[in-house]
DNA sequence: CAGTGAGCGAGCTTCCGCTTGACTT
């Protein structure tokens, strides 16, 4: 019936762009590609010029069919996809797998959905860039080569399973190279002095001053001559000045920006604020959520502007122009923003709403005045020394993008200084100080900071790899694979020492504190450690940071006609396959092997390894005579590292399992499994709960983990049945279950456990609520 | 997830970028 067949990438596009378009044209969508290099084999042909191979995936034959139908009914199609390079490629397979004829179909472009620009796109279609499409392609077999010919050399020279790719193994050499900056960082500390002054102020009043020592002492024997010096000392004023400031708003999200405030302000990982996002999407309530550009349409500026005057009146509006900046944008769509900026508030879950909310306020605050500043300095002279205070206040005159919206940073550690954005009492030049207290406080160096999701997209993006589409994909893969992992760790206490002046005498006294606690950070694991050394090692052409911007060059070059894409892969290809071939020829397994040193007692040389289950330490040589003796093995224990374990720590694990003594005639040991610490007695397992530590642990304790697992085992059985011995009713660790011949099934909610006869029991099994079996990654 | 505390067996694993559903407690 139609006349006019639409093709867009995604439903929510086709459902807003149909409305404009009116009865003559249907618009659907392709869901993204359509066609992707065969999945099972290598996909290209390298024989014959590299010939991709495409086939539909499984997952769009449906959509591809019926879009086959449609594109037959119509007289004309219009393929409407994403102006970028994957976009103009997906328009080709669309023309390729549904066999459009030329004169039937036509490329039409927009970069905002609003009807003007969607009624002018149809006024100017143009023809499929077969430049850009093969820009793409360009891209999509290199990383297939990439990714195909790399995790097989990881497979046999490292483990199976293992994957490397052009994207996730540089975002893995991120995080292990900043943790090996964190193991080498060699923290110092020195003194810093702030000092509590009081003011006579004209009007009769006192008034509180905090000042800082700009220098800091290197030594506590320094800071506390300070300290002396201003036993006797005057403190005048000797400066204030006044400084104007301005501060900007934040240009409008991209997916990077966003994925990094919400993380910082409402605790969401990458993933679910894309989940998120999808949702509000899907709504209808923001626009496209997969974007780096920080482009705002001319409608949007125009109601952002009567949004915010209607607010806060007219000098609080200030339309902006954002450009983006990161590497290899390709600005498909706008920034992401409410698709209504009038509404301020939207219906949802509370994780849409906080998310809308943000996205609402960095829009308008994008739109919004600068903040104006004044920063006064008050320099301060000691009569008795060299060194100034420094007093530093901050008043905003006006507020400017701040009444809505101020963008986090990551830095946000507790000790900055005391007196950034105090506000300063009425002072003049010449005005005496009266030091109330002056503290030198020993302050620690920082360590690198470690990443969290949201900073290494950042990160990522900086270095122009990766696409707003991939971002949270590649997060999860690194962690699925289990190179990187995510999680908190505790700190460790440190002590500092903290001088005090106070009414003309020094005292000195040791704080703790803690320090280096992580929440939700990146951490590399051992194997991720590995594998990126040994990617360095051998394929330091695709692991330098560098190597997407270069293909990217490259590719714009295919794009521009510049140059031609079978030629660009083929003088990649040959030198890489041929250090895949001598990777493979010549280098060893690698196990990530570090030798510790040797054992005091035996002399035996003690080392740590990957091994088959997981990183383990070694007390002895392998070796090939069979009469030698065998070395010893041990795991290591969750919190230790190949990278970091120390001799002792290593020999401290060969101590396991370790003898308690007898209990009942039987040897009670303590051991450490896969499991974690466990007491063994009789052939029976106890764990030791994790306030036990396996290494001290006693035979008294042990014991009475032992009755207290006997306790449990007796109120364990629930019911036993006359008929069937098999047959039990038990209490397990998440609730009644019934057990009956090795295999475990559930018994409905609200059924009394107590209950159950014999009959009962048998026809929940037949209707076979059976549990799951542990499945296997 | 239902009770474990090892150690060369075959076959399989894998990339990046577009996009949304389909699966349960």
Same mark, same amino acid.
Request: glycine share 6%.
């Given at each position: 019936?139609?006349?006019?067949?639409?093709?867009?990438?995604?439903?929510?596009?086709?459902?807003?762009?149909?409305?404009f378009l009116?009865?003559?044209?249907?618009?659907?969508?392709?869901?993204?590609?359509i066609?992707?290099?065969?999945?099972?084999?290598f996909?290209?042909?390298i024989?014959?010029?590299?010939?991709?191979?495409?086939?539909v995936?499984?997952?769009k034959?449906?959509?591809?069919?019926e879009?086959?139908?449609?594109?037959?009914?119509a007289t004309?199609?219009w393929?409407?996809?994403?102006?970028d390079?994957?976009?103009?490629?997906?328009?080709?397979?669309?023309?390729? #797998?549904?066999? @459009?004829?030329?004169? /039937? !179909?036509? *490329?039409?472009?927009f970069?905002? &959905? $609003?009807?003007?620009?969607?009624?002018?796109?149809?006024?100017?279609?143009?023809?499929i860039?077969?430049?850009?499409?093969?820009?793409?392609?360009?891209r999509?077999v290199l990383?297939?080569?990439?990714?195909?010919?790399?995790?097989?050399v990881l497979?046999k020279?490292?483990k199976p399973?293992?994957s490397?790719?052009?994207?996730?193994?540089?975002a893995?050499?991120?995080?292990?190279?900043?943790?090996?900056?964190?193991?080498?960082f060699?923290?110092?500390?020195?003194?810093?002095?702030?000092?509590?002054?009081?003011?006579?102020?004209s009007?009769?009043?006192?008034?509180?001053v905090?000042?800082?020592?700009?220098?800091?002492f290197?030594?506590?024997?320094e800071? #506390?001559?300070? @300290?002396?010096?201003? /036993? !006797?000392? *005057?403190?005048?004023?000797?400066? &204030? $000045?006044?400084?104007?400031?301005r501060?900007t708003?934040?240009?409008?999200?991209?997916?990077?920006?966003?994925?990094?405030e919400?993380?910082r302000?409402?605790?969401?990982?990458?993933a679910?604020?894309?989940?998120?996002a999808?949702?509000?999407?899907?709504?209808g309530?923001?626009?496209?959520?997969?974007?780096?550009?920080v482009?705002?349409?001319?409608l949007?500026?125009?109601?952002?502007?009567?949004?915010?005057?209607e607010?806060?009146?007219?000098?609080?509006?200030q339309?902006?122009?954002?450009?983006t900046?990161?590497?290899?944008?390709?600005?498909?769509h706008?920034?992401?923003?409410?698709?209504?900026?009038?509404?301020?508030?939207?219906?949802g879950s509370?994780?849409e709403?906080?998310?809308?909310d943000?996205?609402?306020?960095?829009?308008?605050?994008?739109?919004?005045?600068?903040?104006?500043?004044?920063?006064?300095?008050?320099?301060?002279?000691?009569s008795?020394?060299e060194?100034?205070?420094?007093?530093?206040?901050?008043?905003?005159?006006?507020?400017?993008?701040?009444?809505?919206?101020m963008?986090?940073?990551d830095e946000?550690n507790?000790?900055?200084?005391?007196?950034?954005s105090d506000?300063?009492?009425?002072?003049k030049?010449?005005?005496q100080?009266?030091?109330?207290?002056?503290?030198a406080?020993?302050?620690?160096?920082?360590?690198?900071?470690?990443?969290?999701?949201?900073?290494?997209?950042?990160?990522?993006?900086?270095?122009g790899?990766?696409?707003?589409?991939?971002y949270?994909?590649?997060?999860?893969?690194?962690q699925?694979?289990n190179?990187v992992?995510?999680?908190?760790r505790?700190?460790?206490?440190?002590?500092f020492?903290?001088?005090?002046?106070?009414?003309?005498?020094?005292?000195?006294?040791?704080?703790?504190?803690?320090?280096?606690?992580?929440?939700?950070?990146?951490?590399?694991?051992?194997?991720?450690?590995?594998?990126?050394?040994?990617?360095?090692?051998?394929?330091?052409?695709?692991?330098d940071?560098?190597?997407t911007?270069?293909?990217?060059?490259?590719?714009?070059?295919?794009?521009?006609?510049?140059?031609?894409?079978?030629?660009?892969?083929?003088?990649?290809?040959?030198?890489?396959r041929?250090?895949?071939?001598?990777?493979?020829?010549?280098?060893?397994?690698?196990?990530?092997?570090?030798?510790?040193?040797?054992d005091?007692?035996?002399?035996?040389?003690?080392s740590?390894k990957?091994?088959r289950?997981g990183p383990i330490a070694?007390?002895?040589?392998?070796?090939?005579?069979?009469?030698?003796?065998?070395?010893?093995?041990?795991?290591?224990r969750p919190?230790?590292?190949?990278?970091?374990?120390?001799?002792?720590?290593?020999l401290?694990?060969?101590?396991?399992?370790?003898?308690?003594?007898?209990?009942?005639?039987?040897?009670?040991?303590?051991?450490?499994?896969?499991?974690?610490?466990?007491?063994?007695?009789?052939n029976?397992?106890v764990?030791?709960?994790?306030?036990d530590?396996?290494?001290?642990?006693?035979?008294?304790?042990?014991?009475?983990?032992?009755?207290?697992?006997?306790?449990?085992?007796r109120?364990?059985?629930?019911?036993?049945?006359?008929?069937?011995?098999?047959l039990?009713?038990?209490?397990?660790r998440?609730?009644?279950?019934?057990a009956?011949?090795?295999?475990?099934?559930?018994?409905?909610?609200g059924t009394?456990?107590?209950?159950?006869?014999?009959?009962?029991?048998?026809?929940?099994?037949?209707?076979g609520?059976?549990?799951q079996?542990?499945?296997?990654k």
């Amino acid at each position: 019936m139609q006349e006019n067949l639409v093709i867009v990438e995604s439903p929510a596009k086709a459902k807003t762009i149909e409305k404009f378009l009116g009865k003559d044209f249907l618009v659907t969508s392709s869901m993204g590609h359509i066609r992707d290099l065969e999945k099972k084999d290598f996909g290209i042909d390298i024989e014959n010029n590299y010939l991709p191979k495409y086939v539909v995936s499984d997952d769009k034959k449906k959509i591809v069919a019926e879009l086959k139908k449609l594109a037959k009914k119509a007289t004309m199609v219009w393929l409407a996809s994403d102006e970028d390079r994957e976009g103009e490629a997906i328009a080709w397979h669309l023309k390729e #797998e549904l066999g @459009l004829k030329a004169d /039937k !179909t036509k *490329r039409i472009v927009f970069h905002e &959905i $609003t009807k003007d620009a969607i009624l002018n796109a149809i006024q100017n279609p143009r023809n499929i860039d077969e430049n850009l499409v093969n820009a793409q392609q360009a891209r999509r077999v290199l990383d297939r080569i990439v990714g195909f010919e790399l995790s097989p050399v990881l497979w046999k020279k490292v483990k199976p399973s293992l994957s490397a790719g052009r994207v996730q193994s540089v975002a893995v050499r991120l995080i292990v190279e900043r943790e090996r900056e964190i193991i080498n960082f060699k923290s110092s500390s020195s003194f810093r002095v702030t000092a509590n002054f009081q003011a006579h102020l004209s009007d009769g009043q006192t008034a509180e001053v905090k000042a800082e020592l700009p220098r800091r002492f290197d030594t506590r024997q320094e800071a #506390e001559a300070f @300290l002396e010096k201003c /036993k !006797t000392a *005057r403190f005048t004023i000797a400066d &204030i $000045t006044r400084k104007p400031a301005r501060r900007t708003p934040a240009p409008p999200f991209t997916t990077s920006t966003l994925q990094q405030e919400a993380s910082r302000k409402l605790g969401f990982s990458v993933a679910q604020t894309m989940s998120v996002a999808q949702r509000l999407y899907e709504g209808g309530k923001i626009t496209y959520m997969r974007t780096d550009s920080v482009n705002l349409s001319g409608l949007a500026l125009n109601t952002a502007s009567q949004k915010i005057t209607e607010l806060h009146g007219d000098k609080y509006v200030q339309i902006r122009q954002y450009k983006t900046k990161s590497k290899g944008a390709q600005e498909a769509h706008e920034a992401i923003r409410p698709t209504y900026i009038d509404h301020e508030t939207i219906s949802g879950s509370a994780q849409e709403k906080r998310l809308y909310d943000l996205i609402w306020k960095r829009t308008i605050a994008s739109q919004m005045a600068d903040a104006v500043l004044e920063k006064t300095t008050i320099t301060i002279d000691i009569s008795t020394a060299e060194e100034k205070f420094i007093a530093s206040g901050e008043v905003i005159i006006f507020d400017g993008f701040l009444k809505v919206y101020m963008e986090s940073s990551d830095e946000e550690n507790g000790n900055g200084s005391p007196n950034s954005s105090d506000l300063l009492p009425p002072l003049k030049a010449n005005d005496q100080l009266k030091a109330r207290q002056i503290l030198a406080t020993e302050r620690f160096t920082q360590k690198p900071p470690r990443y969290t999701e949201a900073s290494l997209v950042k990160r990522l993006e900086e270095l122009g790899i990766g696409r707003p589409s991939t971002y949270a994909p590649t997060i999860s893969t690194i962690q699925t694979r289990n190179y990187v992992i995510r999680e908190d760790r505790p700190g460790t206490e440190r002590q500092f020492s903290v001088l005090e002046l106070k009414n003309n005498t020094i005292s000195e006294t040791t704080k703790t504190e803690i320090t280096g606690a992580e929440k939700s950070k990146l951490f590399p694991t051992d194997i991720g450690m590995v594998v990126n050394d040994f990617l360095i090692e051998n394929f330091e052409q695709v692991m330098d940071y560098n190597f997407t911007a270069n293909v990217e060059k490259e590719f714009d070059d295919i794009a521009e006609g510049k140059r031609v894409w079978n030629e660009m892969i083929d003088r990649f290809y040959h030198p890489f396959r041929q250090t895949i071939e001598s990777t493979l020829k010549n280098s060893e397994k690698t196990k990530g092997e570090r030798i510790l040193g040797s054992d005091p007692k035996t002399g035996k040389q003690v080392s740590v390894k990957i091994g088959r289950f997981g990183p383990i330490a070694q007390l002895g040589e392998s070796t090939v005579d069979e009469d030698q003796e065998k070395p010893q093995f041990a795991s290591l224990r969750p919190s230790q590292h190949l990278e970091t374990i120390t001799l002792e720590e290593a020999l401290e694990l060969f101590k396991m399992p370790r003898e308690l003594g007898d209990y009942e005639n039987k040897k009670v040991t303590v051991g450490v499994g896969r499991f974690g610490p466990y007491i063994r007695h009789n052939n029976q397992f106890v764990s030791l709960p994790k306030t036990d530590d396996p290494y001290s642990v006693g035979l008294e304790r042990a014991i009475e983990l032992i009755e207290a697992k006997r306790e449990k085992e007796r109120n364990a059985v629930i019911k036993t049945f006359a008929e069937d011995a098999d047959l039990r009713v038990l209490n397990g660790r998440w609730g009644p279950y019934i057990a009956y011949k090795k295999s475990n099934f559930r018994i409905p909610k609200g059924t009394q456990p107590e209950t159950l006869t014999y009959e009962a029991c048998l026809k929940l099994i037949e209707e076979g609520g059976k549990t799951q079996k542990r499945q296997k990654k």
